[in-house]
């Protein structure tokens, strides 16, 4: 049974960081590249980050220069941190393993 199980989120104040986790089992973790999306309220569900296999990554504009995306394929398991946050960076973040989604995790940037 695959599962992708993010963990992480919760509430921080603009320029606050958090570190995002997406814990997986059932797949086989290092031939998989992984992506880290989110979905704003009355938004469309956007790509965040993602890694390659191979450890090459990309980000939105929107985020760039303050999240980073990295893996530990012993652990089966993805990371973003995230620094500078701001208030737009409000969403539900998902971890996916295509075609495998996770749950998502909230995070709200409030003060």
């Known amino acids: 049974q695959v599962q992708l199980v993010e963990s992480g989120g919760g509430l921080v104040q603009p320029g606050g960081s958090l570190r995002l986790s997406c814990a997986t089992s059932g797949i086989i973790f290092s031939i998989y590249d992984m992506g880290w999306y989110r979905q704003g309220p009355g938004k469309q569900r956007e790509l965040v980050a993602a890694i390659t296999s191979g450890g090459s990554t990309n980000y939105a504009d929107s985020v760039k220069g303050r999240f980073t995306i990295s893996r530990n394929n012993a652990l089966r398991t993805v990371y973003l941190q995230m620094n500078s946050l701001k208030p737009e960076d409000t969403a539900v973040y998902y971890c996916?393993?295509?075609?495998?989604w996770g749950q998502g995790t909230q995070v709200t940037v409030s003060s």
């Open positions: 996916k393993g295509p075609p495998y």
